[in-house]
């Protein structure tokens, strides 16, 4: 635990050191991942990037400028979109389509998904999810020729196609999409289209193949997420792609779908990482805020109290300096593994900063709270700590407070009135919880 440590080079320094889960998930994800600090200096470049730009990992990490990949004026245009209201909201861009500079010097088009990086409310880089999109163009183009040349197509494309008949039924579906769902071709030939998707999307399957294809206001034809159902009942996200033609005075729609399972759960990891503290794998600081302004809308909502709880551990930089930080991370570990194990599944724990924990009781009066963080401090004083096997355990004790959330106040103000009370604990004699009510109630008479 170096309180020195820059939060921006810890961040950027755990994307250029995934996990062995995460790393598995970038190097087979078939969109190009690509990820630089906001100077542009490239940290993070795919297996699948590679077969885009055509530059390998080694020409690109710390080598090669992010503006480079892009044709003149590009990256600045991609830049300005990220935080306009166009393609998504500030700070995200979502299926912007634009073209890239390949290492031969051509151009290829591409659909772009970027993030911008951010730690403690910090710019620190920007990520992007690069799909070459070069063969759905020439996909849709050709769909305009003739019906054999069509159907060569259609049986050798890498995705997922599904068409389906005016009746709603599937009339073909190649082979990629036989193994994509699980079925044979015999079965899904006159199968009702609206059984390959998951319920909640079925029951309006008409009025989103209206808006995919274009035939509702605007007349652009869109890309949309959705889920299938494949023949074990298993969801997979794919991002669907629906065109239309008349063959032989009938009206057929073509649904193009891609597996996106790996780029989600990438996203996923990622996600989690922003809100995670990896010390002690409970939620950080940030999102304490977004959850907890979520509770504070349902308590006015609902008229339901909820409260907080503070805890510090005491004297716990004289047990760092005398133990050192491996010692003290421990205690710290320990103490997120205690949270997440004496609560109820509906509370949440988070690392509110160096020492220092909070908890997020629903439906809970200060009152109330008493006997759940009680019983944590009981059970993590009894911890035996060996920072020296050859040596008596040591115990470690912690001071809570607890506030209970009024209409009127804010998130901050509830946090200040936890910290009173934590203090209050401390002052007392430490290794005890003190009720913010039970102050105000003091003070009062």
Known sequence: MDPSADPANSFLASLERPSGFLENVISTCPEGIIANDTRGNIFLYNKSAEGIFGYTAEEVIGKLHAKRLYPPGGAKEVREYIYSPQYGPHGHLVDFETAILRKNGKMAPIRLCCSVLRENGQEIGFIGFFTDISARIALQAKFLESEERFRGIFESARDAIVSMGEDGTVVMANLAAQELLGYGEETLLGMEANRLFAARFAHYWKELSVYASGQGPGNERRN???????????????????????????????AILR????????????????????????????????????????????????SVLLMDVDRFKQYNDAFGHDEGDKVLRSLGEEIRKNFRTMDTGFRHGGEEFL?????????????????????????????????????????IGIAEFHPGISIDDLVRSADQAMYAAKNAGRNRTVSHEHLVARSDG
């Open 359 to 399: 908890v997020l009781l629903p439906e809970t009066t200060a009152e109330a709270a008493i006997i759940p963080a009680e019983r944590l401090r009981k059970r993590f004083s009894a911890i035996p700590f060996l920072p020296h096997p050859d040596e008596e355990p040591r115990k470690v004790t912690l001071s």
């Open 224 to 254: 949309i997420e959705i889920l299938i159902l494949s023949k074990s009942g298993a969801e997979i996200p794919v991002q669907l792609t629906l065109a239309e033609k008349i063959v032989r005075g009938q009206r057929i729609q073509t």
């Open 259 to 306: 597996d996106i399972s790996d780029r989600k759960a990438l996203e996923e990891e990622l996600r989690r990482q922003s809100i995670t503290d990896t010390l002690t794998e409970l939620y950080n600081r940030r999102h304490f805020h977004s959850l907890a302004q979520n509770e504070t809308e349902r308590a006015l909502r609902n008229r339901v109290p909820f």
